[in-house]
């Protein structure tokens, strides 16, 4: 494995385990050239799906920019690296057991808005808004309004 900080190819592996969810292995690994350590996770991968866009172009389904995605949406939240992991896991999870080899973006952002409805309000408007394309405050008052107050608790 490659080290990310200084591009040396010779890493090591210094402590593997399960992850919470035992849906992939983590790996501490240390770079003997320049002493940096990170992390590394090692998962199954099923079948390449591929991600039908809105302009109807096709690109490979990619993990980190689902994890990305979500991140920035639960930026400064009370929300754990750990639970954007397993909500990711589910998210591919579902996808790859559908069967199919392709879905549609929209799909994507979908499940995305379930898992973060439950996990962060706050969150859950933020990803809205980007992914509903909000353009006024109307709209965000208007997406406030449809979820007639059944908000989830701040601290699940």
Not at 56 to 66: N, W
């Amino acid at each position: 494995m490659r080290c990310p900080f200084c591009e040396h190819e010779d890493t090591q592996v210094k402590d593997s385990r399960p992850t919470e969810d035992n849906a992939a292995i983590r790996r501490r690994r240390f770079c003997p050239r320049c002493g940096a350590r990170f992390t590394t996770f090692e998962r199954v991968s099923l079948r390449e799906m591929q991600v039908v866009k809105k302009n109807g172009r096709r690109e490979v389904f990619d993990r980190d920019k689902l994890a990305r995605s979500i991140r920035i949406a639960v930026r400064k939240r009370p929300v754990t690296q750990e639970q954007i992991e397993r909500a990711v896991n589910n998210i591919q999870r579902r996808l790859e057991s559908s069967g199919e080899s392709e879905c549609v973006s929209t799909t994507i952002g979908e499940m995305v808005m379930e898992v973060l409805r439950d996990l962060d309000p706050v969150a859950y408007i933020r990803f809205a808004s980007v992914y509903k394309d909000f353009h006024e405050v109307r709209d965000f008052e208007a997406f406030v309004e449809t979820l007639g107050g059944e908000t989830p608790d701040e601290g699940t």
